[in-house]
T-cell receptor
């Protein structure tokens, strides 16, 4: 596609509900990243894939967060048993390769947990 | 700890003014630095990418500089316009950081007509 696409754009979840956020990276981009952005803050790294391999998940805040990219293209970020502190914008980015290449971001998914 | 700082958090200028947005980082061992623009409720738009071997990059009215030794980057915006109003984020790719970007909190710019 022309850019990084994320869906849904907005998600309201009741506390305790599971959610799944989808990211379609730019075609041919090897690297894919998930970031979490709280209101008024810069994005914080969650996890990184190179093709289908999850090379870094050090930013995932708890074991309720899980990400996958099974075929090296589309990625899904899953949050189980959502809590109010999970409310944030979740941004996906992709880049052609790894170090030194430009990162392109999607529009984000705004998650509100009520 | 590898951090990125952007001060001030907000800036308001009259239309037509040339302005400089500052970014500082704590470790000179970087691959590159990237400046982004974020409009309210939107994702991040990449403005400029400066590799560690470069001193500056230019795109239209934007010019970004990089000084690794002092841990600083600046984004220069010439002849500012109301349409430039947005939040500007600086992000650093530190070496050994497995390709992830470390972001500052951003500077919210308002250009008054």
């Amino acid at each position: 596609g022309a850019g990084v696409s994320q869906s849904p754009r907005y998600k309201v979840a009741k506390r305790g509900q599971d959610v799944a956020l989808r990211c379609d990276p730019i075609s041919g981009h090897v690297s894919l990243f998930w970031y979490q952005q709280a209101l008024g803050q810069g994005p914080e790294f969650l996890t990184y894939f190179q093709n289908e391999a999850q090379l870094d998940k050090s930013g995932l805040p708890s074991d309720r967060f899980f990400a996958e990219r099974p075929e090296g293209s589309v990625s899904t970020l899953k949050i189980q048993r959502t809590q109010q502190e999970d409310s944030a914008v979740y941004l996906c980015a992709s880049s052609l390769a790894g170090s030194g290449t430009e990162a392109f971001f999607g529009q984000g998914t705004r998650l509100t947990v009520v | 700890k590898q951090e990125v700082t952007q001060i001030p958090a907000a800036l308001s200028v009259p239309e037509g003014e040339n302005l400089v947005l500052n970014c500082s980082f704590t470790d000179s061992a970087i691959y590159n630095l990237q400046w982004f623009r974020q409009d309210p409720g939107k994702g991040l738009t990449s403005l400029l990418l400066i590799q560690s071997s470069q001193r500056e990059q230019t795109s239209g009215r934007l010019n970004a500089s990089l000084d690794k030794s002092s841990g600083r980057s600046t984004l220069y915006i010439a002849a500012s316009q109301p349409g430039d109003s947005a939040t500007y984020l600086c992000a650093v790719h530190y070496t050994g950081a497995n390709s992830k970007l470390t972001f500052g909190k951003g500077i919210t710019l308002s250009v008054r007509p």
